[in-house]
């Protein structure tokens, strides 16, 4: 299983967006769909998803969050043609954020957000081996602009196979950016690839519940431990759901309820929901005692 899955907040568009993403990516697939009832915003659907073997996770759950660029998605190709298919289709009905078109870190590449609110970074990589095919890529800005390496070395001094790749930072004329601030960042947690920036631009996004990043943890220890680590908003806590000291959000969630929202009946599925929506933290214990019809 993989250890983190980025997961995606949509009002009711979830699926449809999914089968977009599934269409568009070689070796995609919708892996599983669960419906949710009697939530917060009434019936919820969970769509796991597949994109180039990559897992992810979309819910439809209403209008609470917004997706933004705070965190996109970069699709790395290894060749300008494919640049190009990605750009087509991802674009079509939304809003470009930089112009398809040569740079100096790339001779093809392009910035949009697709017609459901999600944010692509497509672009060629010339002769640079690819290792991973789309890669979260998290933009820091406003009150945490100037914060994204150290925000990294926590991220990599919590999860194991964690190490920073490389690190290009900004230099004396590439103001309002200050200097020496990341202005490209990747590195791995759990052998998975990200990326992060700062940006001292104005921007009127940051980073928010729509899309947070889901920890699968073995067991209630795990659990206790990310969440220990990371947790500190306190009014942000609900559902396994926290946010860290930079504001991203996260899922702290055991990987038993993977299995029990996969293969449980309805009614297990919602005693499960009825058990883990008062809770703040994972109680693991009491998830499988309603799963199982044991509480109360």
């Not at 459901?116 to 945490?144: A, D």
């Not at 390496?149 to 920073?164: D, G, I, P, Q, W």
């Not at 067991?219 to 680590?229: K, S």
């Amino acid at each position: 299983m993989q250890k983190i899955v980025p997961h995606l907040w949509y009002d009711k568009e979830a699926k449809e967006a999914v089968e977009l993403y599934t269409a568009v990516f070689p070796d995609s697939k919708i892996t599983n769909i669960t419906s949710l009832h009697d939530t917060p915003s009434g019936s919820a659907e969970i769509v796991s998803f597949e994109l180039s073997g990559q897992a992810f996770m979309a819910i439809s759950a209403g209008p609470y969050f917004k997706l933004n660029p705070s965190v996109s998605f970069l699709v790395a190709c290894s060749t300008v043609d494919e640049v190009e298919a990605y750009w087509k289709v991802l674009s079509a009905g939304g809003m470009v954020l930089m112009e398809l078109g040569e740079y100096p870190f790339s001779e093809r590449y392009g910035w949009t957000q697709d017609r459901y609110g999600l944010s692509w970074q497509i672009m060629y990589t010339g002769s640079q081996t690819i290792q991973q095919k789309i890669t979260p890529f998290m933009l820091f800005v406003g009150s945490v602009c100037g914060k994204a390496e150290e925000a990294v070395n926590l991220y990599t001094s919590v999860f194991h196979r964690s190490k920073v790749n490389e690190i290009v930072r900004y230099g004396k004329a590439e103001q309002p950016d200050k200097e020496g601030t990341v202005k490209q960042l990747s590195f791995q947690l759990e052998g998975q690839q990200f990326t992060a920036m700062d940006s001292a631009y104005e921007h009127n996004f940051g980073f928010n519940e729509a899309i947070s990043l889901m920890v699968h943890c073995a067991d209630q220890p795990e659990i206790d431990y990310y969440w220990n680590l990371f947790s500190a908003v306190p009014e942000a806590e609900q559902c396994g759901w926290l946010k860290d000291k930079y504001g991203l959000s996260w899922q702290i969630t055991p990987a038993a309820m993977d299995e029990m929202m996969r293969n449980g009946t309805q009614a297990q599925i919602d005693r499960l929901t009825q058990a883990f929506l008062p809770m703040k933290k994972f109680d693991l214990a009491k998830l499988i005692e309603a799963y199982e019809g044991k509480s109360g």
